[in-house]
């Protein structure tokens, strides 16, 4: 049975591979006019379309602006009648009568977001007539090579049978309510009197007049609510209702005494003596202009749903947070490396000038500078990721950054793997971010150095590429001029399921607490999205070779070397006062501001600097982290400054998301940003041109 399911399935169709029966009518089908033959598909499409097939729930993916559907098989059986027709149709077309929520959808879908509905009501023609269905539909976008929403694909379960069980239940359930309101209001009609039950109900019962006060209360409401019976008779009902429940006790008011509804049920929070309140259920029951009332202390039950929404607000932020762990898991492990890189050079500075060899310490000062501006940039990364950032693409020489980022690869390899790096001789510039670049890399390294637990060599290689028709056509590329930038390794190599999959999102072969899954999905990505495309060579035993391909830029490259040695621009004496908990930073900052003629006043938190400002001494500029102790932020201390000293020049220095910290981004005339860690020359010319501006 399996061989003639999969009779037409072959090596360029095999991510369709015991798909089932809709598998095969799938590769059948004549795609052409819509998505174009088969083999020609984008390999977004073939993967989303390999994982809907094996999956036991109905899915059906609407692919491009038509939407055109492709489906499995428990999504055939929900097609009913409709099936096989729907496979390939537009979905618009193929399902007529649902045509209003299906354009809404694809225009949702296509521009990024989510769409979900709870037991939608759909009249839906599945077997030769019209009939309501109910439905659970998620619907979320499929993002492409491009890293744009390429389609759509949607979960639908069909509740028909549950949700018409629930509306028979609830309907019983009503039915029988009703019927206990007309007893429970004739019991409460027919015996509020001062008998036994009366004096030993532990409910509270009262008699309420046309002017809102209790003529008969019994013992009850002193048991619960500690007021006496002459308190209850000479304060107005209202006056006991919490404010926020005076809107619903009004209307159970308005119902029973002027339209004479029969029996009213409403909850509200009543006071009790002690200042507190307590929840009440209460059952009213108007008869000759009177109401006769009936409340239970529900409060217990209350607090408990209270401690329930507590707990499931707190397994959602546990979920929430052990997403971030998957997220940030990765790049720890490289900022763990990078600060390996910081550690040991400054280490290597402290022993050359104790040795009295302090000209040979300059190689190592300029490793430490390197690595932690790269654990800087890593940082950066993590809030853009996180703020979903746009990429910052700027003019590269291949050659030159991996050359910048060489002694730290060779550190982070160890001795066991050597590295070699083949740059070609007149590399093009291509034009990317290159902090992304530079992370993409290193990841790229540390995958192929765990594929080598034994060791071996690691090379890494540039290369010119002029892409023909066929040749591009192989990489899902324009042909053109690109530039390859190739990490090789000697380790395990993948096996083609592996290589299929590699780029999934959270897919890893690595032993759980290893790696994220999210590495080379974030590489790709990234490489998508600067125009190019990455690829995988690899032989089982042999080794893997992942190719990055980016277009050629065809401009000029930035020089860095006059970007890092910027001049400081010096001051004439103003002063400035300096905010920051960390004795170091306030010692570092102070230090450059003083050489740089700046007259400088330090607070380590925001009260010792409200102090400062009290006083008559001139301060022209201050700068203030924002993450302060004392009870105060730095947008706090700057907001307080302004109110003593109106024109007050703050520049802000944090170490998170600039938009967090500063009023959703936010600022004042006269306010800035500047996020660390940042190059002293860079504070030193923020300070001098705020003071002139």
């Known amino acids: 049975m399996g061989a003639a399911l999969n009779q037409h399935i072959d090596s360029k169709t095999a991510f369709l591979t015991g798909g089932g029966a809709t598998a095969e009518l799938i590769a059948r089908h004549d795609w052409s006019p819509s998505l ?13 379309v390999g994982l809907l097939l094996h999956s036991p729930v109905p899915l059906v993916l609407l692919w491009g602006e038509d939407g055109i559907m492709i489906y499995n098989d428990a999504y055939s059986v929900f097609a009913g009648n409709r099936h096989p027709r729907l496979l390939g149709s537009k979905v618009l077309e193929g399902w007529p009568e649902a045509a209003e929520l299906n354009a809404l959808v694809m225009k949702t879908g296509l521009a990024g977001k989510t769409l979900s509905y709870k037991d939608r009501e759909i009249s839906l023609n599945r077997r030769g007539t019209f009939e309501p269905c109910w439905l659970d539909l998620d619907y979320s976008p499929v993002i492409d090579e491009s890293g744009e929403p390429g389609g759509v694909i949607a979960v639908v379960v069909e509740t028909t049978e549950r949700v018409r069980a629930e509306r028979k239940a609830a309907a019983e359930r009503e039915a029988l309510r009703q019927l206990n309101a007309e007893l429970e209001s004739r019991v409460i009609a027919h015996s509020l009197a001062r008998g036994r039950t009366w004096q030993l109900s532990p409910d ?30 000479t304060t107005r009902f209202f006056d006991f209702i919490h404010p926020d429940d005076q809107a619903r006790t ?44 009936n409340a239970r202390d529900v409060t217990a039950e209350k607090d408990q749903e209270a401690e329930l929404l507590q707990a499931q607000d707190a397994l959602r932020q546990a979920q929430k ?22 550690t040991g050079a400054l280490d290597r500075v402290q022993h050359r000038i104790s040795g009295g060899r302090p000209a040979e310490a300059e190689r190592f000062v300029k490793a430490a500078m390197e690595a932690a501006s790269r654990a800087a940039s890593l940082t ?32 982070t390899m160890g001795p066991n793997v050597s590295v070699e790096v083949v740059g070609a001789a007149g590399a093009w510039p291509i034009r990317v971010d290159p902090s992304q670049l530079e992370n993409s890399l290193l990841n790229l390294c540390i995958n192929a150095r765990d594929a080598m637990p034994d060791g071996g060599k690691l090379t890494i290689e540039t290369a010119n590429k002029w892409l023909d028709d066929r040749a591009a056509r192989e990489r899902e590329l324009t042909p053109g001029q690109y530039v390859s930038l190739c990490v090789t390794d000697t380790g395990t190599g993948m096996t083609p399921e592996v290589i299929a999959r590699a780029f999934d999102p959270f897919f890893t072969t690595k032993p759980l607490g290893h790696g994220t899954g999210l590495g080379l999905s974030m590489i790709y990505g990234f490489v998508r999205q600067s125009g190019g495309q990455v690829r995988i060579y690899s032989e089982i035993g042999k080794g893997t070779t992942m190719c990055l391909y980016f277009p050629r830029h065809q401009g000029a490259v930035e020089d860095e070397a006059e970007r890092a040695n910027e001049m400081f621009e010096r001051g004439f004496g103003e002063t400035v006062l300096v905010v920051d908990d960390e004795a170091t930073v306030r010692m570092l900052i102070s230090e450059v501001l003083s050489e740089s003629y ?21 301060i022209d500029l201050m700068i203030t982290d924002v993450g302060l102790p004392g009870g105060m932020n730095g947008r706090q201390v700057a907001d307080a400054a302004r109110v003593m000293r109106k024109d007050l020049k703050v520049l802000f220095i944090t170490g998170y998301a600039e938009n967090a910290v500063v009023g959703n981004g936010h600022l004042d005339r006269g306010m800035e940003v500047l996020a660390k860690p940042f190059a002293m020359s860079t504070l030193a010319n923020k300070v001098r041109e705020m003071i002139e501006s």
């Open 36 to 48: 174009g033959p088969i083999e020609s598909w984008p390999q977004s499409l073939k993967t989303t």
């Open 321 to 342: 947070m052990e997403a971030v762990g998957q997220l940030t898991g990765g790049i720890a492990h490289d900022f763990n490396n990078l600060l390996q890189g910081i």
């Open 598 to 618: 700046y007259n400088i006043l330090e607070a380590g938190d925001g009260p010792s600097a409200l102090k400062i400002l009290e006083t008559s001494k001139r």
């Open 380 to 411: 950066h990364r993590l809030l853009a990721f996180s703020r979903r950032q746009t990429l910052d693409p700027r003019p590269v020489d291949p050659n030159r950054l991996i050359g910048g980022m060489e002694e730290l690869i060779n550190r």
């Open 204 to 233: 509270i019962l009262g008699v309420l007049n046309a002017d809102g006060y209790f003529e008969t209360s019994n013992p009850a409401w002193q048991m619960i609510l500690g007021w006496s019976e002459r308190e209850i008779a």
């Open 250 to 293: 009004q209307d159970a008011w308005v119902a029973a005494m002027e339209r004479g509804e029969p029996a009213l049920r409403f909850e509200n929070r009543y006071r009790h003596k002690d200042g507190g309140y307590r929840w009440l259920s209460w059952v009213a029951v108007p008869d000759g202009g009177k109401i006769y009332c």
